[in-house]
């Protein structure tokens, strides 16, 4: 959709698929393609000048069926589309879907999307009606812990179908190296976001490059630290915002299994407090290589697409990349990507199998070329099954809670969210304390928040996205790191914008994955949709959220907050790491054990 191959979208459907978009429903692969063209506003294939179609899918709740041939996924969804120009649009809601797999390979059956907010650019989004309903689930806690149902009825008529050990062990062994390589991205980003150059550079193999398109191109380690800099000296200054959000990835692991690829997005919003505010949008195209059982960012290629004025949007503002200094001038050229160019995929279609169809007129830009080859794999076998297993289920469940649990704080589910906790399980109120357990969290929620209201004018879009998750050897507990993404919406103003970060523990609980620890912590918040986050009064996070005096009067904590150790925006707030670089070893300046919020 990003770059308007409409035939490659259709082809994810089967053949008789119906998608529901609001009140409309259709059938068939033409009537959802014609569907798409419509509702973007332009029915031309491929990219062009100016024009901009984007989707952000994130939050994914996804849970297989007992048969292992259908499975239901819901997912939070955020378009960005217009023209230069013309008009700028905004859309957000959330999407309950089905899938079957057909002759081995997996379609969309049923797309039901259930929109949320909209709104023009110059105005802002606001919710679609006054009162917002709760979009029916397909899961219950238990099953967002579970994506494999236990007690697979179907498993034994399936058994004679279980590949050999040799091909069971290499797809096990994919599975975890692309939770990996996942991992490996998702932390460039963190470190990105905080400006921790010693850090990013970490990451890279010792003959790397960092190739953005339009700007220029980086050799090795070395050249590549001092290129960051052209982005501002190491650590984040006061009213600076520079996230870089690393959001609908893809990647693919090579057959020798330590070379691999992943294509994503990196959705910006940058500047700041008191002067400039930007939108971004970029595509990378990334290769990697696992040398001493460490994965490295090989290659890294970076495609800006949009770079628009937050108060213009990207209607009226289209920006160029900024200019490098003298200082970081790269080692070599790189020609911008052109009005119709697309970056090379590097994976064939996954319905079809089909190589990408690039459309006429359009010229697909080549991906990072092939380096030194990585050393073979060690034998398969090797792995232990089981435990190895177990690991990269954890990945999917603990990625399926996280989603959950920001669903369920969305809609004021307070029970359905509590139930995500262990027994013991731990949750950080901001500014007031500890609750532990399901029944004090719940009441807790529900003390601080209340309960859902009706009509539903309000509603906060509680995106955790972009995790990194670490398992235990055994693949029985986690930790996790996610971002907040918080797109505010109101039916009778404009929506706001909130960002955070969450610090997370996870265990299996009577077999299911349950949060044995929530931590979150505020990183800046919008006043308004005018304001964003370059007008943003000095007192204004205090003033967002004051202390909870009504809450730790009636309802306290089993531990207060003995620090809160919070700066709030625009001062920027020190955050913690549950992990060490995943390259060099470096520690942060702030490990969790460290952090104010830990202090239980």
Not at 11 to 22: N, R, T, W
Request: proline fraction near 8%; include cysteine; charge should be neutral.
């Amino acid at each position: 959709m990003q770059y308007r191959l409409w035939d490659d979208a259709a082809q994810l459907y089967a053949k008789d698929a119906k998608a529901i978009f609001g009140e409309e429903t259709v059938t068939g692969r033409a009537a959802i393609r014609a569907h798409l063209t419509a509702r973007l506003g332009d029915a031309a294939t491929g990219p062009a000048e100016g024009a901009l179609s984007v989707e952000l899918a994130m939050t994914p709740v996804v849970r297989m069926a007992p048969d292992g041939n259908h499975a239901k996924g819901r997912w939070h969804v955020v378009t960005i589309w217009g023209r230069r120009g013309g008009s700028a649009e905004w859309a957000g809601g959330i999407m309950e879907n089905e899938y079957v797999r057909q002759n081995g390979v997996w379609r969309i059956a049923t797309l039901h999307y259930f929109p949320q907010f909209a709104g023009p650019y110059d105005r802002g989004w606001t919710n679609v009606t006054e009162d917002l309903g709760i979009v029916p689930y397909h899961y219950t806690p238990e099953q967002a812990g579970t994506p494999i149902p236990r007690g697979n009825a179907s498993a034994a008529k399936r058994r004679s179908a279980v590949p050999d050990k040799a091909t069971l062990a290499r797809r096990i062994s994919a599975l975890n190296a692309e939770d990996d390589v996942r991992n490996l991205q998702n932390a460039y980003g963190y470190y990105v976001d905080r400006k921790m150059w010693d850090d990013v550079a970490d990451l890279f193999e010792n003959d790397a490059s960092v190739e953005i398109a339009g700007v220029g191109a980086w050799d090795g380690p070395a050249s590549i630290r001092r290129g960051l800099e052209r982005d501002g000296p190491p650590g984040l200054r006061e009213g600076e915002v520079n996230d870089r959000l690393q959001l609908n990835m893809i990647v693919t692991i090579s057959p020798g299994g330590n070379e691999a690829r992943a294509r994503g997005l990196e959705f910006g919003m940058l500047g700041k407090n008191g002067a400039d505010a930007y939108w971004t949008v970029a595509t990378f195209e990334n290769r990697y290589v696992r040398r001493e059982g460490k994965w490295r960012i090989a290659a890294m290629r970076i495609f800006p697409q949009m770079r628009t004025d937050y108060f213009q949007g990207w209607s009226r503002s289209w920006l160029p990349e900024p200019q490098v200094g003298p200082a970081f001038a790269p080692d070599r050229t790189s020609p911008a990507l052109g009005p119709s160019d697309i970056p090379a995929f590097h994976y064939r279609h996954p319905v079809t199998a089909a190589p990408i169809a690039y459309p006429a007129g359009s010229r697909s830009v080549a991906n990072p070329a092939e380096g030194r080859a990585a050393a073979p794999q060690a034998d398969a076998l090797a792995i232990d099954p089981r435990r190895d297993l177990a690991r990269a289920v954890s990945y999917d469940a603990v990625e399926n809670i996280s989603g959950a649990l920001g669903n369920w704080i969305d809609d004021f589910q307070w029970t359905d969210m509590a139930d995500l906790f262990t027994a013991d399980g731990v949750r950080l109120s901001p500014a007031a304390g500890y609750y532990i357990g399901p029944e004090r969290i719940g009441a807790m929620q529900e003390a601080r928040y209340g309960p859902l209201r009706r009509p539903r004018g309000s509603v906060p879009m509680h995106l955790r996205v972009q995790p990194v998750i670490h398992s235990n050897a055994d693949g029985t507990s986690a930790r996790l790191r996610t971002r907040l993404l918080q797109f505010n919406s109101n039916h009778s103003r404009p929506g706001s914008m909130t960002a955070g970060l969450y610090e997370d523990s996870a265990r299996i609980e009577d077999g299911t994955w349950r949060f044995s620890e929530v931590l979150i912590r505020h990183l800046w918040r919008s006043p308004g949709y005018a304001e964003g986050w370059a007008r943003v009064p000095s007192d204004f996070g205090r003033r967002a959220a004051p202390p909870p005096d009504k809450l730790l009067r009636d309802f306290p904590p089993d531990f207060p907050l003995k620090e809160d150790g919070y700066a709030t925006f625009p001062s920027v707030s020190p955050i913690c790491f549950h992990y060490a670089n995943p390259v060099s070893g470096r520690l942060p300046a702030s490990p969790m054990s460290r952090c104010p919020e830990k202090a239980l």
